[in-house]
C-alpha cells in the first residue's frame, strides 16, 4: 500500500536550532499532510499541502512538496522543548476514497 | 480532543472475547476512520466510513468490523480478540479530502488481549 516514509526516524537537537524531517511517498497524490503526537496522545493536524502547491509556511513550520520526487519536508525552525514530539506525514492517493496512509515518523527530542 | 470522543479510553481483555470501541464525534462530519498505531509500523487504517451505512476496508481490516448507524457514532469490533491486536487505537474524523484542517483524532484507547 501507498506509504509515507519518514526520514530519520529519531532526531535530536538544541533548543533555537532547525529540524528538518523529511517524507517519500510512492503513488501520485492530491494531498499530504503533516501530524504531530505528544506522547500517549492523538495527533494534531499541523499543515496540509496540496499538490499544485511547492511550498506552505504556518509560523515556524515551512512545508516543502516535490512530486517529481514524490517527497516533502517539514522545517521546524528556532525549535523549542515543547516541539518534542513524534511528526508523521500522511499522504491520500487520487482514488476519491478521502483516506490517508501515514508514514512511521520521526522522533523529535528537542534538548533544552 | 474537542468534538470527538472515544471509549473506553483503556481496556484488558481476554484471547477469544469480544471487544467493540466506540468513537463518537459532535462535528456532524461525515468521514470517519479507525486506525491502528504499533511501535514500527505507525498508524495502520483498519476501516473508514464516508456516511451511515456505508463504510469500507482500510489495510489492515481482517479481525475487525465496523458498524455507523448514525452519523456521529462508529463502532470498532473485534470480534475475536488476538494477542496481536493488542494496540492503540484511534479515531479520526474529516469533513472530506478538501478538509483544508485535516484530520481531528481522537484520544486513543489502548487495547491489551491477554
Known amino acids: 500500500s501507498q506509504q509515507g516514509e519518514e526520514d530519520p526516524q529519531a532526531l535530536s537537537i538544541q533548543e533555537g536550532e532547525n529540524a528538518t524531517m523529511n517524507c517519500s511517498y510512492k503513488t501520485s497524490i492530491n494531498n499530504l499532510q503533516w501530524y504531530r503526537q505528544n506522547s500517549g496522545r492523538g495527533l494534531v493536524h499541523l499543515i496540509l499541502?496540496?499538490?499544485?502547491?511547492r511550498e506552505k509556511h504556518s509560523g515556524r513550520l515551512r512545508v516543502t512538496l516535490d512530486t517529481s520526487k514524490k517527497s516533502s519536508s517539514l522545517l521546524i525552525t528556532a525549535s523549542r522543548a515543547a516541539d518534542t514530539a513524534s511528526y508523521f506525514c500522511?499522504?491520500?492517493?487520487?482514488?476519491?476514497?478521502?483516506?490517508?496512509?501515514f508514514g512511521t515518523g520521526t522522533r523529535l527530542k528537542v534538548l533544552a | 480532543d474537542a468534538g470527538i470522543t472515544q471509549s473506553p479510553r483503556h481496556k484488558v481483555t481476554e484471547t477469544g472475547t469480544p471487544v467493540t470501541l466506540r468513537c463518537h464525534q459532535t462535528?456532524?462530519?461525515?468521514?470517519m476512520y479507525w486506525y491502528r498505531q504499533d511501535p514500527g509500523h505507525g498508524l495502520r487504517l483498519i476501516h473508514y466510513s464516508y456516511g451511515v451505512k456505508d463504510t469500507d476496508k482500510g489495510e489492515v481490516s481482517d479481525g475487525y468490523s465496523v458498524s455507523r448507524s448514525k452519523t456521529e457514532d462508529f463502532l470498532l469490533t473485534l470480534e475475536s480478540a488476538t494477542s496481536s491486536q493488542t494496540s492503540v487505537y484511534f479515531c479520526?474524523?474529516?469533513?472530506?479530502?478538501?478538509?483544508?484542517?485535516?484530520?481531528?483524532f481522537g484520544s486513543g484507547t489502548r487495547l491489551t488481549v491477554v
Open positions: 479520526a474524523i474529516s469533513g472530506g479530502t478538501g478538509d483544508y484542517y485535516g484530520y481531528t
Open positions: 499541502i496540496r499538490s499544485n502547491e
Open positions: 462535528e456532524n462530519h461525515r468521514y
Open positions: 500522511a499522504t491520500d492517493d487520487t482514488s476519491g476514497t478521502y483516506k490517508y496512509i
